[in-house]
């Protein structure tokens, strides 16, 4: 039923109220903590180099990111370790 | 009588304010509340149109603030309801004509009288936001469900925030429920969560707004009326009544009443 309705109405793809949806949740959290795309990127590198002093991170793979848990802001940090076998290769 | 000051904003223009001000203001004297709405849009007065009040004026708030009328010269009595009153906001100044402690000073002179005061605020979020929350004790916040006006209305949240002025109330306006239904508008779920902040109204897009606007005859005075029926309920609810908000999103819509044509049957 709704496939026949999809069709006539043009909206067989991805709904626009989703994507409105999934922008505002971008925006509003930048707009909340004030935090530009920018300065993300800024704080991803300090962060990169940071940890690169102990142990080996891919900067390619560290993903530093905003989201929000009601009107509060936090900023996550996801970075993934390099496998420990390969480390030790390395420092051999 | 001490009555409770509830300030009426959006962030962003043209969502609802005023109409909304004015609405919930008859809604509330129709339940025998003593209310007066204050138009505190300096220089682009509306209040005093929608209302239907437009020839009544003779001072405004400018006029009361800088002492050349008394409050109760500047306050106009509705003569369809008797518990309601509007105060006209001056239309040839601009907003630095008011300051935060004239608004707190002319609430507090209002609230022995009345049981509710109404503050129309002006688009934007300088000086005339400022002035329109000051006494404040709760905000409703309007807002469409449409990109442009739930950022703006995530801004005036954080600012009602940021002074202290609570996180406020909910109204989402010009709803439409079949763009909801085939997923053209964000529903009435995703703009709570993106806003996490409290309900208390949902209206629909309704045509007889703009013609309750045309007449000056505000539409919660219309029995028949959607619209005025949920601004109704949101008197109601700030009353503190249990109402519950009647399912919008999607029910009755053409989709299905066609699926229901064409699956008499479907339990769609």
């Known amino acids: 039923m709704s496939g ?5 109405t043009g909206h067989g793809g991805r709904s626009s109220a989703k ?21 993300l990127e800024t704080i991803k590198q300090e962060i990169v180099r940071v940890i690169s002093e102990h142990i080996d991170v891919d900067p390619a793979t560290v993903q530093v990111s905003l989201f929000s848990e009601g009107r509060e802001q936090h900023l996550q940090a996801d970075i993934p370790i390099t496998a420990a076998s390969s480390r030790r290769k390395r420092t051999l | 009588m001490t009555a409770k000051v509830l300030t009426i904003t959006s962030g962003k223009g043209g969502v609802g304010k005023t109409t909304a001000t004015a609405n919930i203001g008859v809604a ?11 138009d505190s849009d300096i ?20 006029d009361v603030i800088e002492g050349r009328a008394r409050l109760r010269q500047a306050m106009i009595k509705d003569k369809r309801l008797p518990e309601l009153h509007m105060i006209p906001a001056a239309q040839t100044r601009d907003k630095t004509a008011i300051a935060p402690s004239d608004m707190i000073r002319i609430c507090d002179e209002l609230r022995p009288e009345m049981d509710w005061i109404l503050i129309d605020s002006p688009a934007g979020i300088e000086r005339g936001f400022r002035n329109a929350i000051a006494a404040s004790d709760t905000a409703l ?23 202290q002025k609570g996180p406020g109330k909910l109204i989402i306006n010009r709803i439409r429920p079949e763009l909801v239904e085939r997923g053209d508008m964000l529903e009435t779920a995703d703009v709570l969560e993106i806003l996490a902040v409290e309900l208390i109204g949902l209206i629909p897009e309704d045509e007889s707004v703009l013609i309750a606007t045309n007449r000056g005859n505000p ?12 601004f109704r309920d949101i008197a109601r609810r700030l009353m503190g009544e249990e109402v519950p908000f009647p399912p919008l999103d999607g029910t009755e819509s053409l989709r299905n009443r066609l699926s229901r044509l064409i699956h008499p049957k479907g339990a769609s």
């Not at chain 2, 916040?141 to 002074?163: F, K, Q």
């Not at chain 2, 539409?219 to 949920?230: D, T």
Request: hydrophobic letters at 50%; a negative charge; glycine letters at 8%.
């Open chain 2, 28 to 38: 509330l004297a129709a339940l025998g509340q003593k209310v007066v709405c204050i």
């Open chain 1, 19 to 39: 994507a409105a949806k999934e922008r505002l949740i971008v925006v509003l959290s930048h707009d909340r903590a004030d935090i530009g795309p920018g300065l």
């Open chain 2, 219 to 230: 539409a919660a005075l219309e029995p028949k009326s959607k619209a005025g029926q949920a």
């Open chain 2, 141 to 163: 916040i309007v807002t469409n469900p449409e990109v442009s006006a739930v950022r703006d209305a995530d801004r005036i949240i954080g600012l009602l925030e940021a002074e």
């Open chain 1, 4 to 8: 026949i309705f999809d069709r006539i």
């Open chain 2, 43 to 62: 220089g682009l007065r509306n209040l005093d149109v929608v209302m239907g009040l437009e020839n009544r004026i003779v001072y405004d708030l400018v």
